[in-house]
């Protein structure tokens, strides 16, 4: 496995510096995501799970959507490629990767490199609200923790159905509230770009699949793992605020009420895996 | 959620009168101290070491409360390191040939001086068999003995880090100050003195006399009940406890607790004691012991109904949940990993986040399983923080703390908080009934003996050796007593 250096306590000190007001005024969400999870602060936050559950759920992922040698993998909104490299490398698919944060996209063509990986993975920069490959090029498709916080929704689940080919197998896992009862405190736009803000609940998703022709076969819920992400998210910020961060209080309330939500089930991950009609 | 799909898990329960064996060991008959083949067995989750003696039956004792978390653990393993001298050789084997012999396979983080064996107690609890009353073995040993102990300290050890003057209690030998001084003489960072307090309570000018030496004090600290106080040490401290923290944190001197955990006790007291601790001024850390069978205690307390490490671990989240979870606590990997478990935390006062949060201290502390480790030097210093030779609030732990801090890009600032790191460590001390030969041959606390052997310190309990140097030591056995 590479030795990729892990983002620790001291990338915390860049937190304080990271824009956010700025970032959200700008109104581009997905700008903001892509920022904000390149941010090394983050990704110390985080830890090596940047969406609930990990690895561990990306593979339950590429095993719902039967992911084999031959098939060729879309991974929307990708990253660092993490989840694409995997497929490569498990499932000896081949994969393409899509993001719009370029620092992000050069690491993942640096480990692709880096694994002699890159004949069969490649990444490059685009929107997943237009996405530059032609109709049905793809025989499975990736979509973790990014839907929910793509403002047109129904454009981008377009998308996936236009390029994919039929009976192209989808798997998407994102965020799922429960829209009445999630507490004010997760609506607001910091709750967005955290991927709660803008989430649908499990009869949006079907239904967003569903009216893209996309027909939703079967949801795994992964919300211990997200309980398990959010407590460790809330506690890396508790040490945030007790080093003395800027910010960092706020940002415990946060976790601590989305935490809560995650108990009381109105806040939860799941995966949906579907079919191109 | 309501659409929870996922498998039903496999049942992990552990059915009644089904037991597996996890791993064969050697131990010894309790009676007759043979060595004997054994066994460690899974019985109903928790951890059994089990062993017939032809002459004496059956001998069992629990040494782990969960044995899915002992099996856990195991991965907590560093492989051993060699002292620089071997004291004695291999010729009776393991446990009989203490010295450090041959066959053992670690060096020495933290050496023990026991330099009396009176006291201004008579704990029942005593592992030591010390007390104030008239003995008839006992020895009080002379500063020129002292230092010849802590010359063969040196001898072993190159530069050792850590030690610990004991007792009896050590505080009320006249000449303690002096045989602090000499291990200070000797580069030892670290030197503790333990003590039951009383002296630091009475005697105005001992913390002071302490502070300008640089000595940690590590204090028994049992808890706040009465019943608590009079069970384990004979009569209520609470008053006298208190002072001699006072008095230790208005000279600065920095303090461990060390916390007898007794079964149907004080196991209740747990996180009181530890809440306490992180809100005192003088204390940097507590250790919890799990009371050990050897000595004088409860010679017919029943060794399958007794505390051990897991317990305590367990007993601490729920006393502290929103302080502590269980996998705060990381096995110390030098001893054996169901040995010692140990944690950092930062506070400010009012919030407390352990180490573990912030740094994945797991995945620089697992030997076994292959993983990348992202710096050697973080793994180092997390090594000397997870260590028997640790204590809260001492210069080379602080300064540990400030390099995992600073490897890892911390700003100055924010070190200084990190450099503060209250220490948590619970250890199991092995008695004759749960002594594991395996688990004896990784040991790092010796005892270090006048005449210059380094003896495991469950071996020195358990096996007959603190007899052995307690009656070579009296008067009238030719042995020159001082004191």
Redo the contacts between chains.
Sequence with gaps: ??????P??????GLGELDLDGLLGVGDVGACCATLYEHPGVRWLL?DELHPGGEATTRRALELVALDQGDRLLDVACGQGASALLAVRERDCEAVGIDRGEAALARARETAQSEGLAGRVSFQGADAGALPFPDASFSALLCECSLSAFADKARAAAEMRRVLAPGGRVAISDV?V?SVGLPQALRGPLATIACVGDALD?AGYARLLESAAIAVV????H?AAAARLAE?VE??L??A?????ARAGEMVELARVARRAIDE?VL?Y?TFSGVRA | MTYDTSQPTLPTSHLAGVETVLARTESICPRCRRVLDARLLDREGKVILSRTCPDHGDFEAVVYGDTERYLEIQRFDKPGEQPLERQTEAIRGCPHDCGICPEHAQHTCLGIIEVNTACNLDCPICFADSGAGPQQHGYSLTLEQVESMLDAFVRAEGEPESIQLSGGEPSIHPQILEMLAAAKARGIALVMLNTNGIRLARDRRFAPALAELGVHVYMQFDGFDEATQVAIRGKPLTEEKLRALDRCAEAGVTVSLAAAIEHGLNEHEIGSILRFGVEHPAVTGVFFQPVTHSGRFRADSDPLDKLTNSDVIEAISQQLPEWFRDDDFVPVPCCSPSCRSATFALYDGEDLVPLPRLVDVERYLDYVTNRAVPDLDVREALEGLWSARAAGGSGPVAERLDCVACATGMPPELREVAARGFMVVIQDFQDPYTLDLQKLRKCCVSEITPDGRLIPFCAYNSVGYREQVRLQMSPGNGVRNGG
Excluded at chain 1, 218 to 221: F, K, L
Excluded at chain 1, 241 to 245: A, M, P, S
Aim: a negative charge; hydrophobic letters at 40%; proline letters at 3%.
């Design positions: 496995m590479a030795a990729e250096p892990s620790e306590v001291g990338e915390l000190a830890g799922v429960d499990a079967a949801v795994e819920s919300d460790r506690d890396r508790r040490g605020r007790l080093l003395g961060l089930g939860g799941a």
